[in-house]
């Protein structure tokens, strides 16, 4: 059964950090694309950041220089580490593996909240 789940939401003050975790397993973790998506209340979802199996990573233009992704295939984890948070970074955060022959796969979201 393939699970995403991640950890690490919270309410935090602008300005303030968070680290988002999401731990895989059910899938072949080393051949995906993981990415880290977000929903904010009325709005699509869009991407923030991906990391490729090979370690090449995209940035939406809005978290740039602000967030960083990682990846540790040995735990079978993804990592967002967000800084220097705004209020527009408010959202439900989702975790998503992608392969293009194995399929898609979405977290159940965590909660982020920043105060102003």
């Known amino acids: 059964q393939v699970q995403l789940v991640e950890s690490g939401g919270g309410l935090v003050q602008a300005g303030g950090s968070l680290r988002l975790s999401c731990a895989a397993s059910g899938i072949t973790f080393h051949l995906y694309t993981m990415g880290w998506y977000r929903q904010a209340p009325g709005k699509q979802r869009d991407l923030v950041a991906t990391?490729?199996?090979?370690?090449?990573?995209q940035y939406a233009d809005s978290v740039k220089g602000r967030f960083t992704i990682s990846r540790d295939n040995a735990k079978t984890t993804v990592i967002l580490q967000m800084n220097t948070l705004k209020p527009e970074d408010t959202a439900t955060y989702y975790c998503?593996?992608?392969?293009?022959?194995?399929?898609?796969?979405w977290g159940q979201g965590t909660q982020v909240t920043v105060s102003s």
């Open positions: 998503n593996a992608v392969h293009r022959q194995l399929g898609n796969r």
């Open positions: 990391i490729s199996s090979s370690g090449t990573t």
